[in-house]
């Protein structure tokens, strides 16, 4: 018994091992956005709540200033942040130009969606915090003009009612609604604006969402624009206000407080004054919001360029392969591009992995339909619900990229593919690619580059009895390989094991694209057969994501 818990305890700290080795450099990312997140917020807390400049203000909002304060300024850390993992330019610039991301260092580039979203989780918890501060720091700015409020509170309120002094408290008088004074104000439009932006986009960002309706999450995704030109002068307005630098040089704060009655009269202490702080929000986005314009711009000048399509084929399971040409289009194995269909939006952009080799004078994307912007695109290339349109009258189409993604680096391991579907007419369309790469190896004797598998997961009786009839003829009954469909659901154990067995003392890069379910079991297979030893076999994991 006790042998076994120790073997358990062993297989945990070697998977726990393999997992820091596999997600080190994120895991790093991760604590130190964190990091920096924390010493931001707990350094502007301490210093709102210490700073003399401060003191009167503290003396009417209470703790409710520095949590507003602090989370502002993370606020403003993570909007910084927010725009720089969907800058694709910028992504595919570092993957191909920078010596530091090299092999399993560049994977991680591949994460950045993880990280806009983490980014994202960041402004919503810091805005949810701001909002309630500055709810309070509101009721208490009423409060300390209400009637019952006395001496320094009552003191502080009602400077400003002279000629020749400057308000601490942005709240004249006690007879007026809080919500009004609210929405009669720079910070509080804003602030309106921000929330109402920021819910949109969150909300529409949920997987349910996204699944039902693309085009709402794509769509509302653009209120940023609105929430970014709020956040840029949101602090204009200057309600939270301090005491002057000058003032604190003839004002003595520690003397003064407690001779409030006396401010009019005694030359030591001169009546206070008080003004707002410069808005520093801009400061922040602003180096990240010209560098996602540029990315925009250069979007829109590859959205004029010229593209023609030269082949359309509809295939089975409703599949549609474009063959396109574009002046100085280069391309690598693996990477993706966005294609736009004007006549459907001109605003959506999608993204479709390149099934053309770079060699080839055209390149293609198979697209699958599945949403309402795939189905109207395949209504716009077809007459009839069946037929291919004229070239003549077929829709223009612009095309941003091509942009690397993980499926880049799979040529810098052995590739062993797994294709795996529930409908044997899926594989049609695809046959003829693997077909083609499978008579291009054997002619380069190159065959022992590519092992490819593929899986059948649901089939009839009669589709049973016509594989039964045909298993022992030289090609596979329903892809026409060589290869033999497999019926059922892949083993992982057992292939996994397989591959270590067959590559020690290798790094194993594990590409998947397909459901979550899936992509889950092969992270955690990943984690399994990764050995603790340096010097063993070690499989990374890779997730297509755009």
């Given amino acids: 018994m006790k042998e076994r818990i120790c073997q358990q305890q062993e297989r945990k700290t070697v998977m726990m091992g393999c997992w820091m080795l596999n997600e080190s450099v994120s895991v790093i990312l991760a604590l130190s956005w964190l990091g920096v997140n924390l010493y931001l917020f707990i350094d502007t807390f301490r210093w709102y709540g210490e700073e003399e400049s401060f003191f009167y203000t503290r003396v009417i909002l209470g703790s409710t200033l520095a949590w507003a304060r602090a989370s502002a300024v993370c606020l403003n850390f993570n909007c910084m942040l927010i725009l720089l993992p969907i800058s694709r330019n910028l992504i595919s610039f570092i993957r191909g130009a920078s010596i530091c991301c090299r092999g399993p260092w560049r994977r991680h580039l591949d994460k950045n969606l993880k990280f806009h979203k983490l980014v994202a989780y960041g402004i919503a918890i810091n805005a949810t915090i701001h909002i309630a501060a500055h709810l309070c720091n509101l009721e208490r700015y009423h409060l300390s003009q209400s009637a019952e409020a006395e001496g320094l509170l009552a003191a502080l309120s009602k400077l400003g009612d002279t000629p020749n002094e400057s308000y601490i408290n942005p709240i004249r008088t006690s007879h007026t609604n809080t919500t009004t004074e609210l929405l ?30 693309y085009e709402l999450f794509w769509y509302t995704h653009h209120v940023f624009i609105i929430f ?25 704060v520690t003397f003064c407080r407690d001779h409030y009655a006396e401010w009019q009269a005694a030359a030591q202490c001169p009546v206070p004054q008080f003004s707002g702080k410069e808005p520093s929000a801009w400061k922040w986005v602003l180096g990240p919001v010209v560098l996602y314009a540029c990315e925009r711009v250069i979007r829109f000048w590859r959205f004029q360029q010229e593209v023609v399509i030269t082949k359309v084929v509809s295939h089975p399971s409703g599949v549609l392969e474009l063959h396109m040409k574009k002046r100085n289009f280069k391309m ?16 959506e952009w999608h993204p479709f992995t390149l099934t053309s080799a770079p060699q080839e ?54 590739v062993y593919f797994y294709w795996i579907c529930r ?15 499978e008579t291009r190896m054997s002619e380069q004797g190159k065959t022992h580059l590519l092992s490819y598998h593929i899986f059948l997961t649901s089939w009839d009786e009669n589709q049973a009895i016509h594989i039964a009839l045909h298993w022992d003829e030289n090609t596979d009954v329903i892809t026409g390989l060589k290869q033999k469909t497999f019926y059922g659901r892949p083993n992982w154990n057992n292939e996994f094991r397989q591959i270590a067995y067959n590559h020690p003392s290798s790094s194993i890069g594990v590409f998947s694209c397909g459901p979550k379910a899936l992509s889950k079991t092969l992270q955690r297979m990943c984690r399994v057969y990764s050995s603790a030893d340096p010097r063993g076999v070690h499989f990374y994991y890779n997730k297509e994501s755009f």
């Fill in 228 to 252: 970014f030109i709020s956040l840029s002068i949101h602090g204009a307005g200057r309600i939270v206000r301090g005491q002057t630098p000058e003032s604190l040089l003839l004002h003595n």
């Fill in 361 to 414: 004078d055209f390149f293609s994307v198979h697209i699958r339909t599945a949403g309402d912007w795939t189905r109207a695109l395949r209504k716009a290339f077809e007459e009839d619900g069946q037929t291919i349109k004229e070239p003549r009258s077929l829709p223009r189409l612009a095309v941003d990229g091509p942009f690397g993604a993980a499926l880049t680096d799979v040529f810098h391991y052995p």
């Fill in 184 to 213: 009669s104000t720079i910070a509080g439009i804003t602030g309106l604006l921000i929330s109402v932006a920021l819910i949109l986009i969150m909300t529409s960002s949920t997987e349910f969402i996204r699944q039902i309706s």
């Fill in 332 to 347: 690598a194995p693996g990477q993706y591009v966005l294609l736009q269909c004007p006549s459907i939006s001109s605003l």
């Fill in 423 to 437: 409908d044997p007419s899926a594989f049609e369309w695809f046959a003829d690619l693997l077909l083609s790469l």
